[in-house]
């Protein structure tokens, strides 16, 4: 028997970059968060290419009228919208935008966590690999059992 109600003590961080592997991680996590009374944080992160250089020719392009925390919540608000309408059983879904590199965004909400659910490959520049370049750091660094969906 499950307890229909949330736990705000009973995390499950997700990791959310709008790649259909994040969006198969967040189905999974909100059909765990169901069994168990958790509530999820979905997290997803910007930073601001100008600040990271201009690596391999290209350069930051503005977003008429928006910034790229305002693009990203629009992006991750989208995203939790789109995985809801997909089970059949509703769980509260906390949204974070953070500025900041993904990996340490992901580790730092994990502290405390029961899980930390992340997609096997995502839109980073190695999606080719098995094991994408933030999943393997978050199984080797994070503070709480990870879990990586195919």
């Known amino acids: 028997m499950t307890d229909e109600t949330t736990n705000p003590t009973r995390r499950i961080v997700v990791g959310v970059d709008g790649s259909q592997g994040s969006k198969t991680a967040l189905k999974w996590a909100m059909n765990q968060a169901h069994l168990t009374g958790a509530t999820i944080e979905a997290i997803t992160t910007w ?30 608000d989208d995203t939790i919208a789109e995985v809801t309408a ?14 900041g590199h993904p990996v340490e965004a992901l580790l730092q909400a994990a502290a405390g966590a029961e899980l930390l659910v992340v997609g096997s490959r995502g839109h980073g520049t190695f999606a080719g690999l098995l094991l994408g370049s933030v999943s393997h750091r978050c199984v080797q660094h994070a503070p709480c059992p990870v879990i990586v969906v195919p």
């Open 47 to 76: 930073q601001d290419p100008a600040q990271l250089g201009t690596a391999y020719g290209w350069t930051s392009v503005a977003f008429e009228g928006d910034t790229y925390a305002t693009t990203m919540v629009k992006a991750l």
């Open 86 to 99: 997909q089970v059949t059983h509703p769980v509260t879904v906390l949204a974070h935008v953070v500025e």
